[in-house]
């Protein structure tokens, strides 16, 4: 029987117009040495578009049958190449394994990533892009796919333990197909794996909508997997892929991380995705580390997860232990461009060693007054705290016994984002951090105001918004004021700023103080905004000032609301029994109003205005004045100066607002679909993102969000227990609305408060408990409505 492959169907370039080939063909054999043949005549970019027919005579009998035959050359040469494809593809696939390794845990294996290798008949192992390479030429990349899912998730069970994730390589086009999750789930099922311990990694193969992909992640998420974004900053994972998708994990490509620190271009686009994944709360896994310039280059830049070769090859069986993270010195010390320098706000400060005896640590004390603490030593480690206070006690016990915890320790090449993030996320009362080596032997100490004043300056030093208001700040601000003077001699100059912040900043803490700083401005940009000729600027702390071209007679009125508006948000950040008192009390004895705000008006009735350093010594005669009184306060200057108090307590219902909102949803349908409430959003800005909880505070529904801030909060959330939180447990034994004090949200990084609302049927039983998150800008929008 003599075979032919008929190119009537095979276009190929050849002379610049279509051209017809046919061979004839004695046997298989022959057939592949043929096909072998044309690949090495005709260009690859023809043999891609080319399509061919196999006939078993000049002329096919059946016309139909025949154009069901014709199929794309590529894949007639792999199908006869490589025929093994075309069977049990399980009995060809093995699993490697390769750890990723946690550099906070100084080099301690997190979890394993589950790569495809592929056994070819002649014992060749391809690698994964290999064997899908192969797979999709014979139309069998779903399969593969699969196949490797399966026995990834089998290698999880057999070899790797409870609580180590693995990463489970997943196509886009696997993801988005219906019929594909429910069999994975119920392989978790039968093989006893955890959802959480469970990473689907989606792999970079062709171009698909984010927004799609981010529908099917949402329904994978609320099954409890977690999900990763492979090759980020290569192919078609971008960044619109990391914002839509707002992946747990996202995978830094090797190419981007290679010798990243020699690379300007790579260096900046590094730089650039890892802040976006910091926004956006995802956890960046730098790939292919060979380099130890590469590795200490990372943990430079704040990365806690890596993989690649330095540390071990994957293997069939998960290998258990990995290389050593290197030996930092300078000579692999990465150099990430930074004008701020941590180690230049050192101190040495007070230690003593653990062994020291009691009488002696007083003495040190009573020979240095200004002292109040000391760095206890075991060696050269640091262990704890002494307090002037404690060695006084009338107790007699070794030294460790009058130590209190140290409140941080940071190392000497921490970055200045992880420090950053440290003051906003971590901070506590008013103690020193201490520093320490890598090997954690002792440095000196770090005054976390001081740090904060430093990043603060440098920040204002280059851009024109304060980092915590985004108000106009810095140079920007004197020189408009400046500007402003000097054209308009109408110019009204308002200085706000919040009494005794320092006592509060003392009692509360520096979380809380920021987020009165916050509250006020948010208050004095809704009240202003969208005014003519008029700009708001943050001057530092706690002091603002807005700047108006013009004369504006209800001036006074406008700040009268401002300081309602802030008593009415302000108690959110009080505790409940200094609220009752009108007062809080500091370590000193001294009493301090609640939420009380002194405001100046400079207005130029005692003579014109020159610059922004007269004007604010203007100001400060007038503030003078206003802290003099108790409470709140505006002092407009003039022959003698006008002092304008609140008359009554006139506080909003934003609270109430809120909660009617809120109310107002129980009449829409709600979902597990996570855009159920879409349209709702529309017409509540205010609420970041909503959740329903059943009668035992067990939530209902995964989260849904306003679009406004994807990316910023997280899908899912579904089957979690909410019943220990407060939003919960309140109205769980209360049946009553309630409504948070303000707290810094680690998924926004911004401030906001949390109210919830109970669900009652007819006969007044609870049948579940609706939650919502507000922003501390969207409490000013209330507040003013």
């Not at 390794?101 to 294996?109: A, L």
């Amino acid at each position: 029987m003599k075979l032919y492959l008929n190119t009537h169907y095979l276009t190929l370039n050849t002379t610049g117009g279509k051209a017809i080939a046919s061979f004839e063909c004695a046997d298989e054999a022959a057939l592949l040495a043929q096909l072998e043949a044309i690949t090495h005549e005709y260009p690859a970019s023809a043999l891609d578009e080319a399509l061919v027919y196999l006939a078993e005579s000049d002329s096919p009998a059946n016309l139909e049958a025949a154009l069901a035959d014709i199929m794309p050359f590529r894949t007639f040469y792999a199908r006869r190449r490589y025929p093994w494809l075309l069977g049990d593809l399980e009995q060809h696939v093995q699993m490697h394994f390769q750890p990723i390794v946690d550099f906070s845990q100084n080099g301690k294996i997190f979890g394993y990533e589950a790569l495809c290798r592929l056994r070819d008949p002649d014992g060749h192992l391809l690698n994964g892009e290999e064997a899908f390479q192969l797979a999709r030429q014979v139309r069998r990349t779903m399969e593969l796919d699969i196949v490797c899912q399966r026995l990834a998730l089998a290698g999880k069970a057999n070899s790797i333990a409870k609580g180590i994730p693995v990463f489970v390589n997943v196509l886009p086009q696997t993801i988005m197909r219906d019929d594909w999750l429910p069999p994975l789930l119920e392989n978790l099922t039968r093989l006893g794996i955890e959802q959480r311990d469970v990473v689907v990694e989606i792999v970079e193969s062709e171009d698909v909508s984010p927004e799609l992909l981010a529908k099917y992640c949402d329904i994978i998420r609320t099954h409890g997997l977690r999900i990763a974004l492979d090759d980020m900053g290569s192919g078609f994972n971008g960044l619109r892929a990391l914002a839509a998708v707002r992946a747990d994990f996202i995978k830094i490509d090797r190419a981007i991380v290679h010798e990243a620190q020699g690379s300007r271009v790579r260096t900046v686009l590094l730089e650039a995705i890892i802040s976006m994944a910091q926004r956006l709360g995802c956890t960046v896994v730098a790939e292919g580390l060979e380099r130890v310039e590469d590795i200490t280059y990372c943990q430079d830049l704040g990365l806690t997860y890596a993989q690649g070769y330095y540390f071990a090859k994957p293997q069939q069986k998960p290998v258990s232990t990995v290389n050593s993270l290197p030996t930092r010195d300078e000579s692999h010390r990465s150099h990430i461009p930074d004008e701020f320098r941590i180690t230049e706000y050192v101190t040495r400060g007070m230690t003593m060693d653990v062994n020291t005896p009691i009488d002696q640590a007083r003495r040190t004390f009573l020979e240095f007054p200004d002292v109040a603490m000391a760095v206890v030593l075991d060696g050269q480690r640091p262990i704890g705290l002494l307090k002037r206070g404690k060695a006084f006690s009338y107790r007699n016990l070794a030294l460790s016994n009058y130590c209190d915890p140290l409140p941080r320790m940071v190392t000497n090449r921490m970055p200045t984002s992880m420090l950053a993030r440290g003051l906003y996320l971590e901070r506590g009362e008013v103690e020193p951090w201490v520093m320490v080596h890598e090997d954690g032997t002792y440095i000196g100490i770090l005054q976390p105001l001081e740090i904060l004043s430093q990043l603060i300056s440098r920040k204002t030093s280059t851009g024109s918004l304060h980092p915590l208001s985004q108000l106009t700040t810095g140079p920007t601000l004197r020189q408009s004021l400046d500007v402003s003077l000097r054209n308009n001699p109408t110019t009204e100059l308002v200085y706000i700023d919040l009494d005794h912040f320092k006592a509060y900043n003392d009692r509360y803490g520096f979380i809380r103080g920021d987020a009165m700083i916050r509250l006020l401005s948010e208050i004095v940009r809704q009240e202003f905004q969208g005014r003519v000729g008029m700009l708001v600027g943050h001057i530092g702390g706690d002091d603002f000032v807005l700047i108006l071209d013009h004369y504006d007679p209800d001036l006074p009125q406008t700040l009268l609301s401002v300081i309602h508006h802030f008593q009415t948000l302000a108690i959110h950040l009080y505790d409940e029994s200094d609220l009752q008192r009108g007062f809080f009390t500091t370590e000193d004895g001294k009493e301090h109003p609640v939420a009380s705000v002194s405001i100046a008006v400079v207005n130029g009735k005692q003579g014109r205005l020159s610059n922004s350093v007269a004007a604010a010594e203007r100001a400060a005669t007038l503030k003078k004045i206003g802290k003099s009184n108790i409470g709140s306060i505006i002092v407009v200057e003039d022959e003698p100066p006008q002092l304008i108090l609140p008359e009554t307590e006139d506080y909003s219902d934003w609270q109430g607002r809120a909660l009617e909102a809120l109310r107002s949803l129980l009449a829409w349908h709600r979902s597990e679909d996570a855009h159920c409430l879409d349209s709702c959003f529309s017409e509540y800005p205010f609420f970041e993102v909503v959740f329903e909880l059943d009668d035992k505070g067990v939530q209902r529904y995964p989260n849904w969000i306003n679009p406004n801030m994807y990316g910023k909060i997280k899908a899912g959330g579904a089957g979690v227990d909410r019943s220990p939180q407060a939003y919960a447990n309140v109205v769980l034994q209360s049946l009553k609305p309630y409504i948070s004090s303000i707290y810094l949200s680690t998924a926004t990084e911004d401030f906001c408060l949390t109210v919830s609302l109970p669900m009652l049927d007819d006969n007044g039983r609870l049948t579940g408990i609706l939650v919502a998150d507000i922003s501390i800008a969207a409490m000013a929008m209330l507040s003013s409505t």
